[in-house]
Nanobody, 120 residues
Framework: QVRLVESGGGSVQVGGSLRLSCVAS????????MGWYRQAPGELRELVAI???????TYADSVKGRFAISRDPAKNTVSLQMDSLKPEDTSDYYC??????????????WGQGTQVTVSS
């Protein structure tokens, strides 16, 4: 199987910055996408940013211009630079990966989550 381990969450004041990182390990035959979702208490999990294997980037409208996602395929890592943070960015952030574990098996995997708190 595949394991995703996140790091970099924490508390910051409005306007501050944080950088999240995620490392994927395990039986990875190919990676189709890696990215970040977030889920606040009582809310649905929502896409924050994702990078596809062809290099396409997708961002939630709410974070465009403030967040930047990057991926290092050689190291199986994905990072999220979060700038100009707002209180509404407060959430649990989850690393996501869509991975082939063999030529025929493609599955989605999730990290355990890391908390981001933005205070005014």
């Amino acid at each position: 199987q595949v394991r995703l381990v996140e790091s970099g969450g924490g508390s910051v004041q409005v306007g501050g910055s944080l950088r999240l990182s995620c490392v994927a390990s395990g039986s990875i035959f190919a990676t189709y996408a890696m990215g970040w979702y977030r889920q606040a208490p009582g809310e649905l999990r929502e896409l924050v940013a994702i990078v596809h294997s062809d290099g396409r980037l997708t961002y939630a409208d709410s974070v465009k211009g403030r967040f930047a996602i990057s991926r290092d395929p050689a190291k199986n890592t994905v990072s999220l630079q979060m700038d100009s943070l707002k209180p509404e960015d407060t959430s649990d952030y989850y690393c996501y990966a869509r991975v082939a574990t063999s030529r025929s098996d493609i599955n989605e995997f999730w990290g355990q989550g890391t908390q981001v708190t933005v205070s005014s």
